[in-house]
């Protein structure tokens, strides 16, 4: 074990973020890495807990505190403060077969139950992360390792996001035969088209995708499942067919005027950057621009947050943030300890970035639009905005947001984003398949499983919970595998 101390005589210290100014000149990501030396201490940070809430992964109160996929933090911590970082490696990749996409665009559950930030500041574990597998790839441990025997069995994965990809990692890894189906013109799913550059390069993406080749797994791009390929062709050709597809469906904003020209989802707004970026530089003018345009985004999650630093990017004349609800507060309220997840007010890279080029936060609280307005040619030319207030229902507690009469505001706008989350998977997909749904629109699977109705068929991912994040669906995906795995050999040693 290393220096036990550490977290006494060490402060936390990460990677250090670029400049607004020079950030906004690019879609790269804009964090330096910690030197090996730097590193070390903050793997001495780690306080080795007899009970390490980083790596559980429990729901408490409705939310995931700790890691979903359970890595073993406190050993990969100690062997980094160590300089081991070739058997750091092996114990982080027993749990996650994709370090170098959760050291970038995880929230960091497990930073917000460690030990050590319940009075002072967590350990960096992400960043310790991102070096182990950033290291491996130049070491060479990193490397394709195919599978020494073949089972003979067959599965079909059907999305190449975070789930469809974990699924088929450990379907491979154990011997099975596996072809993954992507709608789109390049693998990576959620993860290709649904996060900017900023947060994950695609090049990141591809690297490990040609190690998946390498050992094995088959990729096959521009092909939907239930439109192009029928469901019966799958279920004839593989003896497992896993729809991984993802929860695709986006909520709409109905009020007046939505049918003016110039409102999209921000999950269109973000893949067509993306895809004009990574086929032309942004050159060819066929992605949806905000250069010199006033532009609303509604909703104030992650999604916002990223249409907010790609508008930044592009060049937008102003960006306005809506968000519903009131602001969190700045510090954890009584009703939420640790080691809960942290309902605080977080300012992300994009709010930043705007509020230092525009002058002011872009985040607008308890608004939302009542009205789009358009011109003569049915261009969106602005938006009536109205306050709105929260009640609390006297029968159930829950609060509910209510227009308040007279607080209309009509403002500018060129550009509306709509990032309001979404309302489940494509129905094209559950109807080809003949899959049950449930209430929320998603793969319906009996508790603890992820078999659907349909025999040989399995769902994972976001198709099964709903929207969630990049490591849940990697744990989903996990979990399907094993399923699956046991389903076509008897036992599995997933």
């Not at 400049?19 to 804009?30: L, P």
């Not at 994950?200 to 990729?219: C, S, T």
């Not at 942004?282 to 916002?304: F, M, P, Q, R, W």
Request: proline letters at 5%.
């Amino acid at each position: 074990m290393g220096n036990p101390n550490g977290f006494m005589e060490y402060a936390r210290k990460d990677a250090a973020a670029f400049s607004v100014s020079e950030r906004i000149k690019n879609f790269n990501e804009f964090h330096t890495p910690l030197s090996e030396k730097e590193q070390k201490k903050q793997g001495e940070r780690c306080m080795h807990c007899g009970v390490p809430f980083c790596q559980s992964g429990t729901v408490i109160n409705g939310m995931v505190s700790g890691c979903p996929l359970n890595n073993l933090i406190p050993e990969w911590n100690n062997l980094v403060s160590l300089g081991a970082w070739k058997q750091a490696y092996e114990r982080l990749k027993i749990t996650n077969p994709f370090p170098e996409f959760t050291s970038r665009v995880c929230p960091a559950l497990c930073e917000k139950a460690c030990t050590c930030g319940a009075n002072g500041e967590a350990v960096t574990v992400r960043a310790n992360e991102y070096s182990i597998i950033e290291n491996a790839y130049v070491e060479g441990f990193a490397a394709a390792q195919p599978p020494k025997v073949r089972t003979g069995k067959s599965v079909a994965v059907v999305g190449s996001g975070p789930s469809g990809l974990a699924a088929a990692e450990m379907l491979n890894r154990r011997g099975h035969s596996v072809t993954v189906y992507e709608r789109s013109d390049r693998v990576g799913g959620l993860l290709m088209y649904g996060i900017p550059n900023m947060k994950l390069e695609k090049q990141i993406i591809d690297r490990k995708v040609d190690i998946m080749k390498a050992e094995g797994v088959e990729f096959v791009t521009n092909a939907n499942v239930g439109q192009d390929i029928t469901a019966e062709e799958l279920l004839k050709k593989y003896d497992r067919v896993i729809l991984a597809c993802g929860a695709s469906q986006p909520r709409d904003i109905n009020a007046p005027g939505r049918e003016a020209e110039g409102i999209y989802f921000a999950v269109d707004f973000l893949k067509s950057t993306t895809k004009a970026l990574l086929d032309n530089g942004l050159e060819d003018g066929t992605y949806i621009s905000a250069k010199d345009k006033n532009v609303i985004v509604i909703g104030g999650g992650d999604t916002g947050n990223d249409c907010v630093g790609t508008c930044v990017r592009h060049g937008a004349k102003s960006v306005l943030q809506l968000e519903m609800m009131p602001p969190l507060p700045e510090t954890r309220a009584e009703n939420n300890p640790w080691p809960e997840w942290p309902r605080i007010l977080k300012t992300d890279y994009g709010q930043e970035e705007a509020a230092e080029v525009y002058g002011q936060d872009p985040r607008v609280y308890q608004t939302t639009v009542k009205e789009f307005l358009k011109d003569e040619n049915g261009k969106l030319r602005g938006a009536v905005l109205v306050k709105l207030s929260a009640e609390k229902d006297k029968k159930t507690g829950r609060l509910s947001m209510k227009p308040i009469e007279g607080s209309e505001q009509e403002v500018p706008s060129e550009l509306v984003l709509i990032a309001a989350g979404f309302l489940g998977c494509q129905s094209y997909v559950t109807e080809a398949f003949g899959i049950d749904t449930t209430p929320r629109n998603n793969a319906a699977t009996p508790a603890g499983s992820h078999k659907t109705n349909v025999e040989n068929v399995y769902a994972a991912g976001d198709f099964h919970i709903g929207q969630s994040l990049v490591v849940r669906a990697i744990r989903e995906g996990i979990d399907c595998a094993r399923e699956v795995d046991e389903s076509l050999m008897g036992y599995t040693n997933l």
